[in-house]
């Protein structure tokens, strides 16, 4: 077991720092040369429950975008509200919808501070009940300022999962599958915005109706609580505290195996001892027992790291998904579709769509690999763009165009940046600078996600509909650019390989 986090960490025995040096680098030689990864051997079984207690944060994540279109809708009704305060102004309810994405970007803030001393466990823990407190919160609050403050805890619920789930999910998952679980996660964020439309719905028509569709998610996060502590802690966070002086080593190094052991199914044998020795000499060799400071984030691989990891959260929202999805319903209504005149129902046809396009994401990505995803769907996405763009000024008279447009776009969007951000925001970060880095993610991520939201409406009523969309295409094609040059293929390579040959 991890011995007193107080023990001071026993000095490496060496004649000089040259054989040292020497040593580390014999030690590290298979991360680098290795031409072919050598596959873990783990049980199906034992793989899926350490990616699905953390991948609950990204349904509830999801969950609380699809809920709260049909939530807003029974609050400010004067007959269903079942309050005295229903006549909200605008900016109230934009408190309600938006409320959530402001504590997340709290909560990626506070990620970025406590993330490496609480672990991806404990902060999937501490994600789980303020996602219970908020939830509750929400749905019993007697006046609008408690509601208020329920969604801001929830927020904080959502920076946090976005911040742990990924990095628990990479750190545990095998190498061969990573690719897959990483990526149903966005499957999972999908899965639940299409449940929250649809408890939306189902609620909508009862009076108090919004408190029963916030409510509904508390048991979700009660599983999500129990199960992450059920989990084991990750065996590459254990190692990285070790070797910074938070423990003993050699009973760090026992425990890491015995953790790795459970969460592939099988009993201890040479290769887990030999994967979690190439572990540590990849933390020695890149001298990971320094701590690290906030400029050292800024230089060599790690500012390469942050390059592509933020590069790919920041074109992900600014390619102009919550604009193109806005014109979804007069879109759909315009080709004559009658269910798109239901908001709720284009809601629940969308996002079957998406999670059809994300399942067929999520079962390529580790054989295709990130980059022809990325490079393929990023090419659909600028394609889509120019074509709405089109039909605004051309083409207006064949919305069957903009019908084309908007499912290739969301189709597109799913088979790359949806997934795919996520996934290599997870694999790209050192792990030294893992938890660091990917809170800077996140909180870029959910930064730019409110950037657009709040500038469309302006820019639309500055330049047009037409020029937007145009303007978006643009930025896709710079986002192109983007991967092909600064992102490199991490399909089948191990974390630590990531770090050693790509960074």
């Known amino acids: 077991m991890a011995s007193d986090p107080e023990q001071p960490l026993p000095k490496p025995i060496s004649f000089s720092d040259e054989v040292r040096e020497a040593e580390l680098d014999i030690a590290r030689e298979p991360l680098i040369n290795r031409v072919a990864h050598v596959e873990e051997r783990f ?6 429950l350490p990616f699905l207690f953390p991948a609950l944060g990204g349904l509830l994540y999801g969950y609380d975008i699809g809920a ?8 400010e009704s004067p007959s269903l509200s079942g309050t005295s305060w229903y006549d909200l102004s605008s900016l109230q309810v934009g408190l309600v919808v938006s409320g959530s994405l402001y504590g997340a970007l709290i909560g990626s803030v506070m990620a970025f501070t406590v993330a490496d001393y609480l672990g991806r466990r404990r902060e999937l823990i501490l994600s789980s009940l303020l996602y219970l407190i908020g939830a509750l919160l929400t749905a019993s609050a007697p006046y609008f300022a408690v509601l208020v403050v329920g969604r801001f805890i929830y ?3 959502i920076g946090l999962a976005m911040h742990a789930a990924p990095m628990y999910i990479a750190e545990t998952a095998p190498s061969q599958i990573r690719g897959t679980l990483i990526s149903l996660k966005e499957f999972f964020i999908v899965m639940g915005m299409l449940l929250g439309y649809i408890f939306g719905s189902l609620f909508v028509d009862l009076v108090s109706g919004w408190r029963y569709v916030y409510a509904a998610s508390a048991p979700i996060c009660v599983i999500m609580a129990i199960g992450m502590w059920w989990l084991p802690p990750s065996p590459r966070w254990l190692l990285l505290c070790s070797v910074q002086g938070k423990g003993s080593i050699p009973e760090t190094k026992e425990f890491a195996v015995s953790c790795l052991c459970r969460l592939r199914g099988k009993p201890v044998d040479t290769s887990t001892v030999n994967q979690v020795d190439l572990i540590l000499a990849d933390l020695a060799y890149a001298d990971e027992e320094k701590n690290i400071s906030f400029t050292e984030i800024f230089q060599g691989k790690c500012l390469k790291a942050m390059t592509i ?17 806005y014109y979804a319903a007069t879109i759909l209504q315009s080709a004559g579709f ?17 999670l059809i396009m994300t399942g067929i994401a999520v079962l390529v990505v580790d ?10 769907g990023v090419t659909g996405i600028a394609i ?5 763009s089109s039909y605004y000024t051309l083409l207006k008279a064949i919305p069957a165009v903009a019908v084309v447009a908007l499912l290739l776009y969301v189709g597109c969007y799913q088979l790359s940046f949806g997934p795919i951000g996520w996934l290599m925001i997870s694999e790209i970060f050192p792990l030294r600078l893992r938890g660091r880095g990917l809170s800077i993610a996140v909180l870029v991520n959910f930064g730019s996600n409110a950037l657009v939201t709040f500038a469309f409406s302006p820019l639309e009523a500055w330049v ?7 303007g978006f295409g643009v930025i896709a094609i710079a986002s192109l650019l983007f991967i092909f040059f600064k992102v490199p293929e991490t399909k089948g390579l191990s974390l630590e390989e990531i770090e050693a040959k790509l960074l």
């Open 68 to 75: 709260t279109s049909g939530a807003t809708i029974s609050l």
């Open 384 to 388: 889509s763009l120019f074509l709405l």
């Open 464 to 470: 047009g509909t037409a020029i937007l969309f145009a």
């Open 367 to 376: 054989k295709l690999g990130r980059r022809p995803l990325l490079l393929g």
């Open 43 to 48: 049980s199906v079984c034992a793989a899926i």
């Open 338 to 354: 009658s269910a798109a005149s239901d908001a709720t129902r284009v809601s629940v046809l969308l996002g079957l769509f998406k």
């Open 155 to 157: 927020g904080f619920g």
């Open 309 to 325: 990891g933020c590069g790919l959260v920041i074109f992900q929202q600014v390619t102009g998904q919550p604009s193109v999805l």
